[in-house]
Nanobody
Framework: QVQLAESGGGLVQPGGSLTLSCLAS????????MGWYRQPPGKEREEREL??????????NYADSVKGRFTISRHSAQNTVYLQMNSLKPEDTGVYYC????????WGQGTQVTVSS
């Protein structure tokens, strides 16, 4: 079992930046894919959207809407995955979840990000 704990969310003005962290309770070295997903306002948890992901081999994938603005990084020695979010827009608002997908599918509890003036 792996527990994932997100942190770093909050309220930020448009154009601002936030860095989200996902701390795993044990090594993520063997977890093939680590990613960040967003649940937009008014949507159900089942409608979470991929924001960014990175495999253990370093292959990254970004949603078109965040390319060039968000950067995912994976630090296995720290059991941590980060999401650096720059040039934030109101449409980036939502609950951000960390996911670890390997033999099992792990999800964190989420952290709220609100982009508003």
């Amino acid at each position: 079992q792996v527990q994932l704990a997100e942190s770093g969310g909050g309220l930020v003005q448009p154009g601002g930046s936030l860095t989200l962290s996902c701390l795993a309770s044990r090594s993520i070295f063997s977890i093939n894919l680590m990613g960040w997903y967003r649940q937009p306002p008014g949507k159900e948890r089942e409608e979470r959207e991929l924001v960014a992901s990175m495999t253990s081999g370093g292959i990254v994938n970004y949603a078109d809407s965040v390319k060039g603005r968000f950067t995912i990084s994976r630090h296995s020695a720290q059991n941590t995955v980060y999401l650096q979010m720059n040039s934030l827009k109101p449409e980036d608002t939502g609950v951000y979840y960390c996911r670890g997908l390997g033999k099992y599918d792990y999800w964190g509890q989420g952290t709220q990000v609100t982009v508003s003036s």
